[in-house]
């Protein structure tokens, strides 16, 4: 795919493999400087989305957003890229969370599944190919929105899944002092 002047491959992959031929430039302190724009992993790469990951319905179609590292030419034949055995081969721009997450599932999850990954050819990417990653993860993270949690209820509520919270919230719309005052996302109200 090409997209002004940037080109990239989009594959499917099992997480196994992706675990062990990329990794992730940080933006933690280097020497007087700091460096990568990537922030650290959080909690929920070792419980809560691998508990997601484990489940038998877990779909997943977001992609893993990539980039070769540069130093070889990526081999696109046939309709097929091929990607060396190499650890650090790709960098992470955005999924980081999705995709370290798999290393805390079952051998089976990790090696049996396929996950989206869009590989970002290096060469179309310009001179500073660095200040250009940090721009793709910019403006793939600052227009994301978070979904409203009152939506995520009533879709609950619509799928018949017990929710705690929606289960409190509909118990005090029902009772003093909250009775009349609490409405749903798609209330006019």
């Not at 893993?64 to 990607?83: P, T």
């Not at 970002?120 to 993860?137: H, M, Q, V, Y």
Request: aromatic residues 8%.
């Amino acid at each position: 795919v090409n997209q002004n002047g940037a080109r990239f491959y989009l594959m499917k992959i099992a997480p196994e493999d992706l675990l062990k031929i990329s990794c992730v430039t940080r933006r933690v302190p280097q020497g007087n400087s700091i460096k990568g724009y990537q922030r650290l992993l959080t909690a929920r790469v070792k419980k809560e989305i691998p508990e997601f990951l484990s489940s038998n319905d877990w779909v997943l179609p977001n992609s893993i957003i990539c980039v070769a590292e540069g130093k070889e030419k990526l081999n696109f034949r046939s309709g097929k890229l091929s990607l060396p055995s190499r650890h650090g081969f790709l960098w992470v721009i955005d999924g980081q969370h999705r995709l370290y997450s798999f290393a805390n599932t079952s051998d089976l999850i990790r090696q049996k599944s396929e996950i989206v990954c869009v590989v970002l050819d290096p060469s179309s990417l310009g001179e500073n190919r660095t200040a250009k990653e940090a721009e793709i993860f910019i403006d793939l993270n600052s227009h994301a929105k978070k979904v409203d949690k009152a939506l995520l209820l009533e879709l609950n509520d619509y799928l018949g899944k017990d929710d705690p919270d929606l289960i409190a919230v509909l118990h005090l719309s029902k009772t003093s002092p909250f009775k009349g005052l609490i409405s749903g996302y798609s209330s006019n109200k």
